[in-house]
T-cell receptor, first 114, second 119 residues
Framework: AQSVTQPDIHITVSEGASLELRCNYSYGATPYLFWYVQSPGQGLQLLLKYFSGDTLVQGIKGFEAEFKRSQSSFNLRKPSVHWSDAAEYFCASISNFGNEKLTFGTGTRLTIIP | GAGVSQTPSNKVTEKGKYVELRCDPISGHTALYWYRQSLGQGPEFLIYFQGTGAADDSGLPNDRFFAVRPEGSVSTLKIQRTERGDSAVYLC?????????????????FGPGTRLTVL
């Protein structure tokens, strides 16, 4: 069965610093991968997704992610974080189109310090 | 336009009681998903509707959980004989849906969730 792993439960970065959140996937075929953000009191919002093609994908809010098959990773990055980026971030995957039930990682909580 | 809405936003009940959680999807979305998010965890899939029928209910933890979508729009998640372990945030998402085996992805849009607390 497919799965995604987020090894970091909590990360703290300074405002303006760069950010990288880790995600590893376990799936035999080509995975369909996503990053979601969940802010307090708000629903999950899709940041970006990867299905195929260019392994560097751009998302909303200045985020990007890179798919690396050799490392089974799909890490999320941002060059300079803002205080408003403080939230919970989830990596997720689906196995096919048609029944697009998402399998989520356990999440990484991001804290921003001034 | 209106997004996915869920009611109530919070529900506190006693162990053994019956609860219903409602989801109003985005108008025109034929696919509807329920997920459960326990404290400190990512959301876990419960059930998926395509139209009125449950296309995949493999995530329902046991027979105390049941969901319906009688007219292919609003869905209700029903939990009988609630247990303290059922305490979680229940999330609903909807998408344009469509036939299995297609080559295009339809994004899921999530509601704000219902926080269920079983005392």
């Amino acid at each position: 069965a497919q799965s995604v792993t987020q090894p970091d439960i909590h990360i703290t970065v300074s405002e303006g610093a760069s950010l990288e959140l880790r995600c590893n996937y376990s799936y035999g075929a080509t995975p369909y991968l996503f990053w979601y953000v969940q802010s307090p009191g708000q629903g999950l919002q899709l940041l970006l997704k990867y299905f195929s093609g260019d392994t560097l994908v751009q998302g909303i809010k200045g985020f990007e992610a890179e798919f690396k098959r050799s490392q089974s990773s799909f890490n999320l990055r941002k060059p300079s974080v803002h205080w408003s980026d403080a939230a919970e971030y989830f990596c997720a995957s689906i196995s096919n189109f048609g029944n697009e039930k998402l399998t989520f990682g356990t999440g990484t909580r991001l804290t921003i310090i001034p | 336009g209106a997004g996915v809405s869920q009611t109530p936003s919070n529900k506190v009940t006693e162990k053994g009681k019956y609860v219903e959680l409602r989801c109003d999807p985005i108008s025109g979305h034929t696919a509807l998903y329920w997920y459960r998010q326990s404290l400190g965890q990512g959301p876990e899939f419960l059930i998926y509707f395509q139209g009125t029928g449950a296309a995949d209910d493999s995530g329902l933890p046991n027979d105390r959980f049941f969901a319906v979508r009688p007219e292919g729009s609003v869905s209700t998640l029903k939990i009988q004989r609630t247990e303290r372990g059922d305490s979680a945030v229940y999330l609903c998402a909807s998408s344009l849906g469509g036939l299995a085996g297609r080559s295009t992805y339809n994004e899921q849009f999530f509601g704000p969730g219902t926080r269920l607390t079983v005392l």
